[in-house]
C-alpha cells in the first residue's frame, strides 16, 4: 500500500459517524477506514465527541432495568447484522468491507464493457445512490462532469489526475457538487476504482450525456 495522500472530509465522516450516509456511500468510507489509520483515528475523535454531545443533550437517569432494556436492544442490533459471505481473507487490493459485496478478485469479476478502456461491475447496495467498481485502461479519461450530489471515490489499483490532484492505491476523491472534474488514468497498469455517489452525475459534455443512461451514474 502506496502512502495515502487524500482522506475523507470532516463533513464526510461527520455524517459516517451519525449513521446519516446512504449504504453506497458508508461502504466506501468503511473501505478508506480499513487502510487509513489517519482517518480511523478522526473518525474515532467525532464519535467521542458525538456521544459527549448526546449525554448533554439527554441528561436522563436511566434505571437499572432501563440501562439493560437498552443495551439488550443493542445487542439484538448487533447480533442482526448480516454475516459476511466470504469466509476466506480478501486479496491485498480488495478492502476488507468490500470482500462481501463481490466475493471474487477483482481480475475475476463479470465486468461489462462500457466503452473502449471502460468496464464496470454493479454492487448490490441497498438504498438511494449507485455503487459501483470502475475499470479504466492506461491513458484515458472520464469524460468531465459536475455532480447534483456527493461523489466517493477510492482507488483500489492503479492512479489518475485531476483538477484536484494525483491519487493512487488507497487515496479517496471526496468531491462535492461544486467541483467540475475530469479524471485521466495516469497509471502504466489499468486504474480500478470503487465509487458511490448519492445523486446523479451531471455531465458537462454531449456525449456523457448520452453515455450516462448506459452507467446507470
Ligand atoms: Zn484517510
Known amino acids: 500500500m502506496t502512502t495515502i495522500r487524500h482522506h475523507l472530509d470532516d463533513a464526510t465522516l461527520v455524517s459516517y459517524t451519525s449513521g446519516a450516509l446512504t449504504n453506497s456511500m458508508a461502504l466506501v468510507v468503511a473501505c478508506h477506514l480499513s487502510v487509513c489509520g489517519e482517518c480511523r483515528k478522526r473518525c474515532g475523535e467525532m464519535e467521542v465527541l458525538g456521544g459527549e454531545m448526546l449525554e448533554r443533550l439527554q441528561p436522563v437517569d436511566l434505571s437499572d432495568a432501563a440501562l439493560q432494556n437498552l443495551l439488550d436492544a443493542l445487542d439484538g442490533e448487533e447480533a442482526s447484522e448480516p454475516t459476511p459471505k ?8 480488495v478492502p476488507a468491507p468490500l470482500w462481501p459485496y463481490i466475493d471474487k478478485p477483482l481480475d475475476e469479476l463479470a ?39 456527493n461523489e466517493l471515490t477510492m482507488v483500489l489499483r492503479g492512479s489518475f489526475v485531476d483538477e484536484v490532484g494525483r491519487f493512487a492505491s488507497g487515496d479517496i476523491a471526496d468531491i462535492d457538487d461544486a467541483i467540475e472534474h475530469q479524471p485521466l488514468v495516469d497509471s502504466p497498469e489499468t486504474c480500478i476504482c470503487l465509487i458511490a455517489t448519492d445523486g446523479p452525475l451531471r455531465f458537462t ?3 456523457g450525456r448520452i453515455v450516462q443512461p448506459l452507467t446507470g451514474f
Not at 86 to 93: F, L
Not at 127 to 141: D, M, N, Q, V, W
Open 86 to 93: 466470504a469466509p476466506s481473507p480478501p486479496p491485498a487490493d
Open 205 to 207: 459534455s454531449l456525449l
Open 111 to 149: 465486468w461489462k464493457s462500457l466503452a473502449p478502456g471502460f468496464a464496470y461491475v454493479d454492487l448490490p447496495c441497498q438504498g438511494t445512490g449507485a455503487s459501483k467498481l470502475l475499470r479504466i485502461a492506461p491513458g484515458k479519461s472520464v469524460l468531465p462532469h459536475t455532480h447534483t450530489g
